[in-house]
Every structure is written in structure tokens, then in C-alpha cells.
């Protein structure tokens, strides 16, 4: 017996109000919805993980420094 997997999946992210506020903007600017921002943004860090950049490796813009930083 063959299950068919749905072609997408919808995920849950839990996020504060600042950096909603900024992907509302962003996703206006870019005439789209946050929800398809963030599986862009997603796609995107996947490709670049893929590719051999890693979040958290020098490679990557602003990587991670052992440290929260702020999203200005």
C-alpha cells in the first residue's frame, strides 16, 4: 500500500512582534505573503546549506557569535 504525501506542508513558527512587524513590511514591499517569504527565506538557506554555507559557520552573512543579536 502506496501513501501519497501532500506536495506541501504547512509548519508552525513561534516568532515576537518586532519580527513580524518586519517581514509584514518585507512581504509588502515584495507584494507577497509572509507565508511566502518565509518558505523563500527558507528555500534559500536550505540552498545555501546545501551548497556547504552554514548557519552557524563563518561563511554565513552575520554568523552566529555565541550571542543573541538583534534583527535591525
Given at each position: 500500500?502506496?501513501?501519497?504525501?501532500?506536495s506541501?506542508?504547512?509548519?508552525?513558527?513561534?516568532i515576537?512582534?518586532?519580527?513580524?512587524?518586519?517581514?509584514?513590511?518585507?512581504?509588502?514591499?515584495?507584494?507577497?505573503?509572509?507565508?511566502?517569504?518565509?518558505?523563500?527565506?527558507?528555500r534559500?538557506?536550505?540552498?545555501s546549506h546545501?551548497?556547504?554555507?552554514y548557519?552557524?559557520?563563518?561563511k554565513?552573512?552575520?554568523?552566529?557569535?555565541?550571542?543573541?543579536?538583534k534583527?535591525?
Amino acid at each position: 500500500m502506496q501513501i501519497n504525501m501532500p506536495s506541501k506542508w504547512r509548519i508552525t513558527a513561534n516568532i515576537d512582534e518586532d519580527m513580524l512587524r518586519k517581514l509584514e513590511i518585507w512581504a509588502e514591499q515584495e507584494n507577497r505573503s509572509i507565508s511566502s517569504l518565509a518558505a523563500t527565506i527558507l528555500r534559500e538557506a536550505i540552498r545555501s546549506h546545501d551548497s556547504g554555507v552554514y548557519l552557524h559557520s563563518p561563511k554565513f552573512p552575520d554568523a552566529y557569535k555565541g550571542k543573541k543579536e538583534k534583527l535591525d
